[in-house]
C-alpha cells in the first residue's frame, strides 16, 4: 500500500494536472486564488482520497471509468451529469458520476472524503457463476438508496481508512484483501445497481454437497491467502449465491465465516508453537487477518476457551 504525502497547492493548472492523474481527464477553473490540499491512501484496488480548498472550483470531468464515492464532509457540490442536476450538503453521500459518464460540478469550499474503487472488484463482489451474466455491474444513480445505507457506507469508509493508518493492519495483505471487498460491497448496498442479490433457481440447483466439499478444500488449501467470495465460488463452479446458500443449507454458516473459523484454528496452532519472548498475540492476529485484536481475542475466547494470551503463555 503506497500512503502519499499531503500536496498543498495553489495554481490551478497544477491543481487540474493532479486531479486528472487522480481520477479522469478534467479542466479546473477558479474565478479566485485556489489553494488545495490533497491525501491519498492508495491501497491498489482501492484509495482513500482526502482534499480541501479555500475556493470555488469548477471541474468538468471525462468518463471516470472507476467508481468514485464522495462524501461533502464540510463542502457543498453542484453536480450535473447528462442533464441530471444534484445538489449535495455537508454530510451528502453520492458517486461523483456513473462511471462511463463524464460530469460537471462547482465545488464550494471546504472537505471532501472520496473513495475511489476498481470497477472489476466490484463487478467481482457482485460476481454471479462464470457465464452466466457476462455484462458488467451497472450503477443506476448516483444517489445512495436512504440515508441508512448512506450512513452505512460512510462508517465502512472510516473503518477501512482507521485500517490503513495502521501500519501493522496496511502491511497485511488479509486485512487489506478484506478491506477492499468490505468498501465494494458497502457500495454495491449502497446504490442502485443491476447486481442480482437474490438465488436463482440454477443457484438453488447448485447449492449441493459436492459444490460444499469443493469449496471447502479450496478453503483448507489456501486458508493463508487473500481469497474472496468469489475466488472460492470459482473453484466450487457456482455463483457467489450459490456458494452462500450452499454453506447455509449444510453447515448453517456463510462462506466467510467458515473462512475465519479455518483462520482462527491456525492463530491458535500458532499460538501453541509460538514462543512468548519472540512473538505476540497482535501478531498472529494480523497474520491471520484478524484486524481488530480485542474481538480476536473474544472470538479466540469464545471458541477456545482461554484467552490467546493464556496459549501463548502455555499456561
Given amino acids: 500500500m503506497n500512503t502519499a504525502t499531503p ?5 490551478a493548472d497544477a491543481i487540474e494536472h493532479l486531479l ?32 480541501e480548498q479555500t475556493a470555488v472550483l469548477d471541474v468538468r470531468v471525462e468518463p471516470l471509468q472507476t467508481i468514485v464515492v464522495d462524501r461533502a464532509t464540510t463542502a457543498c457540490v453542484d453536480a450535473r451529469r447528462r442533464g441530471c442536476a444534484g445538489r449535495y450538503d455537508a454530510g451528502d ?10 460530469y460537471t460540478a462547482r465545488v464550494m469550499p471546504g472537505r471532501i472524503d472520496v473513495c475511489v474503487i476498481d470497477l472489476a472488484l466490484v463487478t467481482r463482489v457482485a460476481a454471479t457463476a462464470p457465464g452466466r451474466r457476462p455484462e458488467p455491474i451497472r450503477f443506476l444513480s448516483p444517489d445512495p438508496l436512504s440515508t441508512a445505507v448512506a450512513a452505512h457506507w460512510w462508517s465502512t469508509r472510516q473503518f477501512v481508512a482507521e485500517l490503513l493508518n495502521n501500519p501493522e493492519a496496511a502491511a497485511s495483505p488479509l486485512i487489506v484483501g478484506s478491506a477492499a471487498r468490505q468498501l465494494a460491497a458497502a457500495t ?14 440454477e443457484d438453488r440447483r447448485d447449492a449441493s454437497a459436492v459444490t460444499l466439499r469443493r469449496a471447502v478444500a479450496y478453503i483448507d488449501e489456501h486458508t493463508a491467502d487473500d481469497i474472496s467470495a468469489a475466488d472460492i465460488a470459482a473453484a466450487a463452479h457456482v455463483s457467489i449465491r450459490a ?38 498475540v497482535g501478531a498472529v492476529a494480523t497474520r491471520w487477518g484478524f484486524a481488530n485484536h480485542s474481538r480476536f481475542t473474544a472470538l479466540y475466547r469464545k471458541t477456545y476457551g482461554v484467552t490467546p494470551q493464556t496459549t501463548l503463555r502455555n499456561d
Avoid at 491519498?40 to 482520497?49: P, S
Fill in 93 to 102: 453521500v453520492f458517486l461523483a458520476a456513473l462511471p462511463d459518464q463524464p
Fill in 243 to 280: 456458494l452462500q446458500l450452499a454453506f447455509r443449507r449444510h453447515l448453517g454458516m456463510p462462506p466467510m465465516a467458515y473462512l475465519r473459523r479455518a483462520r482462527l484454528h491456525h492463530a491458535h496452532q500458532d499460538l501453541l508453537a509460538a514462543d512468548p519472548a519472540t512473538t505476540t
Fill in 7 to 11: 500536496v498543498e497547492l495553489t495554481d
Fill in 20 to 51: 486528472s492523474g487522480a481520477y479522469s481527464t478534467m479542466r479546473v477553473r477558479s474565478s479566485q486564488p485556489p489553494r488545495l490540499r490533497y491525501h491519498r491512501l492508495d491501497a491498489g484496488t482501492f484509495a482513500l482520497d482526502t482534499f
Fill in 188 to 201: 454495491l448496498t449502497a446504490f442502485p445497481n443491476t447486481a442480482l442479490t437474490h438465488p436463482t433457481i
